[in-house]
């Protein structure tokens, strides 16, 4: 168990319900570039462009602290950054604006809150319809919503009230960050209704899997359980076919699931 953070060199913790350890400098730089991606990434915002190396690159140049500041870039900062022509710059600051209209369940799970993944984020998009009305729900309220439960409840709770974070809501605001709502579409398909668990590798991605699903009325969880109607398999399915066994799943192919689309 290291006693420091390796990054920032501040105290690290251990929660004692998980594996992890965690530096407990909400300005570590290895904390802050790691939000960027993520709010960056394909399951998040979705901004192309703005991987690994350009994050990195940014934060060591100054200019970007917080997610916010992705925002506040223009093609005047871009080209302080090293290697960066005039039609990345371009392509990049088009990615950025695209991503201000984001679904916002894609903003909710783009901030990074401990314990919230992309399942209970569409949840809460539905349920909430804003992010205002989710950031000032109680926690009980949070609590008592599928797929949510106490964990995330309180987890959303504690980061909602935290005061750096509302300010940060508060500046995409005004960066003009204005995420959609996707409500779901009423569907007589066969998969309306259903809650689907997918595993293995597939011919397309998971998210893009996962968003057939959700368009026709479905549910997308990331563990297997009693309440799973369907567990969808690739190539190399692990635990979560083995566990759809035991509990009597049902086990469809991605030829069967187009049927069924």
């Known amino acids: 168990m290291p006693k420091s953070c390796p990054e920032c060199g501040s105290a690290v913790v251990k929660d004692s319900e998980q594996v992890a350890v965690r530096c407990v400098n909400a300005r570590c730089p290895a904390q802050v570039r790691r939000r960027i991606e993520h709010f960056a990434s394909r399951g998040g915002m979705d901004i192309e462009g703005l991987g690994e190396v350009m994050v990195t690159q940014l934060v060591k140049a100054g200019l970007v602290r917080d997610v916010a500041?992705?925002?506040?870039?223009?093609?005047?900062?871009?080209?302080?950054?090293?290697r960066t022509g005039e039609k990345s710059i371009r392509n990049l600051l088009d990615a950025i604006e695209r991503s201000k209209t984001r679904p916002l369940?894609?903003?909710?799970?783009?901030?990074g809150i401990l314990h919230v993944g992309e399942t209970s984020s569409r949840e809460l998009?539905?349920?909430?319809?804003?992010?205002?009305?989710?950031?000032?729900?109680?926690?009980?309220?949070?609590?008592?919503?599928?797929?949510?439960?106490?964990?995330?409840?309180?987890s959303l709770h504690q980061f909602?009230?935290?005061?750096?974070?509302?300010?940060?809501?508060?500046?995409?605001?005004?960066?003009?960050?204005?995420?959609?709502?996707?409500?779901?579409?009423?569907?007589?398909?066969?998969?309306?209704?259903?809650?689907?668990?997918?595993?293995?590798?597939l011919s397309q991605p998971r998210d893009q899997i996962a968003e057939k699903i959700v368009e026709r009325g479905g549910k997308v969880s990331g563990s297997v359980s009693k309440k799973t109607n369907y567990v969808l398999t690739g190539e190399e399915a692990g635990s979560k076919l083995e566990k759809a066994k035991k509990l009597g799943v049902k086990i469809v192919g991605e030829k069967d699931f187009r049927g069924m689309l």
Do not use: C
């Open 69 to 82: 500041d992705i925002y506040l870039l223009d093609a005047t900062k871009l080209s302080q950054i090293e």
């Open 105 to 111: 369940w894609r903003l909710i799970h783009g901030l």
């Open 125 to 154: 998009a539905d349920h909430f319809q804003s992010i205002d009305a989710l950031m000032n729900a109680s926690a009980d309220e949070l609590q008592r919503i599928p797929d949510v439960g106490e964990v995330v409840g309180a």
């Open 160 to 201: 909602f009230q935290e005061p750096r974070n509302r300010d940060l809501i508060a500046r995409l605001k005004k960066a003009d960050v204005k995420p959609t709502v996707e409500p779901r579409k009423k569907s007589d398909s066969a998969i309306a209704g259903t809650t689907w668990v997918i595993t293995g590798t």
